[in-house]
């Protein structure tokens, strides 16, 4: 094991806790739908990471550790992508729309799953609104991925955080890759955590009312979320 692992899962846990767009979509779809959304939602927040940690192990994050137009693109990129999730939400909050397009979208309060075998055959009397799990898991799943990945600052903190931890008589490359699969495995632990909390808190918030100030509440943050990332010129 690394010779520094307690330190490093000490900065890793408070990092893992911190508050951010990640946990706003987390804490959002776990009220709006339970806690399956919340944990899907964290696993592709997970695999993202994941993927970040691979491109730091691989040195591949020094290109855009590197690169200010690389920083930038991606930085706006994810800038805009919670615009968009922000407004789909703030669009949701204040009017009526089809409940397929949105959870296609990812972004209207998600209809409760059911399982496919449940079902009537070919769909026939599924109640309106209602979707299979498929299409609910894939998009909870796909606003974690993509809210992880088009941060910017996330590569560079792997790139940064963990040579830090590695002894320099220890195999550098090895350690790395030791210590992030430690801090992927402290973020599923989070997030498994997490989602179960939260279920109970959901059943709470199930009517129509409560779906609507939920909305608009995280529309709103994560458009302030995406101004400040977007105008944010430190890296």
């Given at each position: ?60 994050s020094a290109i855009l550790s590197a ?143 409560a779906r609507r100030a939920l909305d ?20």
């Amino acid at each position: 094991m690394p010779e520094l692992l307690f330190p490093f899962l000490g900065v890793v846990a408070l990092l893992t806790v911190t508050p951010g767009p990640d946990m706003l979509l987390v804490v959002r779809n776990g009220l709006s739908a339970g806690s399956r959304a919340a944990w899907l939602t964290g696993l592709g927040c997970c695999l993202g990471i994941s993927i970040h940690a691979t491109a730091a192990v691989l040195g591949l994050s020094a290109i855009l550790s590197a690169s200010a137009t690389a920083y930038t693109v991606v930085k706006l990129a994810g800038a805009a992508y919670l615009a968009y999730l922000g407004i789909r939400m703030l669009i949701s909050a204040i009017m009526s729309v089809d409940p397929a397009a949105d959870v296609e979208a990812g972004t209207a309060p998600l209809p409760t799953a059911v399982p496919a075998q449940a079902l009537p055959a070919a769909g026939v009397g599924m109640p309106e609104g209602v979707r299979t799990e498929p299409g609910t898991d894939a998009a909870v799943f796909r606003q974690g991925l993509i809210t992880n990945l088009l941060n910017p600052k996330i590569a560079l903190l792997f790139l940064t955080l963990l040579p830090q931890f590695v002894a320099h008589d220890e195999p550098r490359l090895r350690t790395t890759a030791t210590l992030a699969v430690i801090f992927l495995a402290v973020a599923v632990v989070w997030w498994r955590t997490f989602s179960l909390a939260i279920g109970p808190i959901s059943r709470v918030l199930r009517g129509g009312t409560a779906r609507r100030a939920l909305d608009g509440l995280a529309g709103s943050a994560l458009l302030a979320i995406s101004a400040a990332v977007a105008l944010d010129g430190d890296r």
